[in-house]
């Protein structure tokens, strides 16, 4: 069974309060296309991150989390000066903080700031199909003129998720993934 791969350029997901501090108060996301997991979309709106040594742009992916969350490859982690800590999306405690700055405002947030674990996202049948357990790491293989193994790729499985695997542009660059990349359990 073939894994569809897609590549997750740098965005950050806002809270609530974060959101109407960079935005304005009641500020509601504007949708610019939908993404493969149900209900996310990335939005048209953008901030940007800023460090002492450097700044970037990141879209914004909505709909609104409980905790601001950035991620970015380890790539723009250099660029910003930010120690990369590569966790599981949604686990960012002890993580590194950062200015961000929207149009209507700026934050300091505390933490947040993460390079999200390679992962693939399944509903229950495609976990069963494919014999995985939610939470188990696999190694999965791209093939092709960059083809490369990955492992460590954490498997979370939830009903409403469709069968696709998630790298960051880092990753994705280094195997030459493009639109029409699958990738193998192995
Ligand atoms: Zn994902």
Redesign the pocket.
């Known amino acids: 069974m073939r894994i569809p791969v897609e590549v ?1 350029a740098r965005h950050v997901h806002l809270s609530r309060k974060d959101l109407e501090k960079l935005f304005g108060k009641d500020y509601k996301l504007r949708k610019l296309k939908d993404l493969t ?1 149900p209900g996310e979309f990335s939005a048209k709106e953008g901030i940007k991150i800023k460090t002492k040594r450097g700044e970037l742009s990141l879209r914004v992916v909505g709909p609104e989390r409980k905790e601001t969350q950035v991620e970015l490859s380890i790539t723009d982690a250099f660029c910003l000066g930010i120690d990369p800590v590569v966790r599981v ?1 949604g686990s960012i405690e002890s993580t590194p903080g950062a200015f961000l700055i929207g149009p209507n405002g700026k934050i300091r947030i505390n933490n947040g700031v993460i390079v ?1 674990q390679r ?1 693939i ?1 399944c509903n229950k049948k495609e976990a069963e199909k494919l014999k995985l357990k939610n939470n188990q790491t696999v190694s999965v293989e791209i093939p092709g003129k960059r083809g490369l193994v990955f492992k460590q790729v954490k498997v979370r499985i939830k009903d409403n998720y469709i069968l696709v695997m ?1 790298l960051d542009a880092d990753e994705g660059n280094s195997a030459g993934v493009d639109k029409k990349t699958f990738g193998y359990l192995i």
């Open positions: 997750s997991l999306s999200a992962h996202h998630h």
